[in-house]
């Protein structure tokens, strides 16, 4: 969890604890990095979520994002907390890559709702997309060449290889 405000950082800390996720904090988005990017010498963690408010003093959420993207490492499920709630900042937020987007104040169920159905889309993505690219070469598994772009409610697939998109149904 990345936020500056102590009080929002906690109460989602706690909520998340109490659903038996392992939480670490950051108050920066610089730490935060530090953290993801495993700039630590002893950092071997790997992170299913990451939650991250978008407004803060230094480099904001987009940044993180961002730089997160540039690493190469794989973007784990990436939510964004704020108390930004108008269209447009919901909409820069989905173009930079968000999963979703969770105005404050929020309640736990919110919180815990959009943590599980987007680890779970996670999951389906990953499990159709290992299939079928196992089953394109004949049983072998091989490393993705393609970008897969998002999950839609029924199930389709977008993927791009910097040719065109592909839609699989799931």
Same mark, same amino acid.
């Given at each position: 969890?990345?936020?500056?405000?102590?009080?929002?950082?906690?109460?989602?800390?706690?909520?998340?604890?109490?659903?038996?996720?392992?939480?670490?904090?950051?108050?920066?988005?610089?730490?935060?990095?530090?953290?993801?990017?495993?700039?630590?010498?002893?950092?071997?963690?790997?992170?299913?979520?990451?939650?991250?408010?978008?407004?803060?003093?230094? &480099? !904001?959420?987009?940044?993180?994002?961002? +730089?997160?993207?540039?690493? %190469? #490492? *794989?973007?784990?499920?990436?939510? /964004?907390?704020?108390?930004?709630?108008?269209?447009?900042?919901?909409?820069?937020?989905?173009?930079?890559?968000?999963?979703?987007?969770?105005?404050?104040?929020?309640? &736990? !169920?919110?919180?815990?709702?959009?943590? +599980?159905?987007?680890?779970? %889309? #996670? *999951?389906?993505?990953?499990?159709? /997309?290992?299939?079928?690219?196992?089953?394109?070469?004949?049983?072998?598994?091989?490393?993705?060449?393609?970008?897969?772009?998002?999950?839609?409610?029924?199930?389709?697939?977008?993927?791009?290889?910097?040719?065109?998109?592909?839609?699989?149904?799931?």
């Amino acid at each position: 969890i990345i936020d500056d405000d102590d009080n929002i950082r906690q109460f989602a800390a706690d909520v998340l604890t109490a659903e038996g996720y392992y939480v670490i904090e950051a108050d920066t988005a610089e730490k935060g990095l530090s953290i993801l990017l495993g700039k630590k010498k002893k950092n071997t963690e790997t992170f299913d979520v990451i939650i991250c408010d978008i407004m803060m003093p230094g &480099a !904001d959420g987009f940044e993180v994002l961002k +730089k997160l993207r540039k690493s %190469k #490492k *794989e973007v784990p499920v990436f939510i /964004y907390i704020t108390a930004m709630k108008e269209r447009k900042d919901l909409r820069k937020a989905m173009e930079a890559g968000a999963d979703d987007f969770i105005s404050k104040p929020f309640m &736990a !169920d919110e919180l815990i709702r959009a943590v +599980k159905i987007q680890t779970e %889309k #996670k *999951e389906k993505i990953k499990n159709t /997309y290992s299939i079928n690219r196992i089953n394109k070469n004949d049983g072998e598994k091989s490393q993705p060449e393609e970008d897969i772009l998002a999950l839609d409610y029924s199930g389709n697939i977008f993927i791009d290889n910097g040719r065109k998109a592909k839609f699989i149904n799931v």
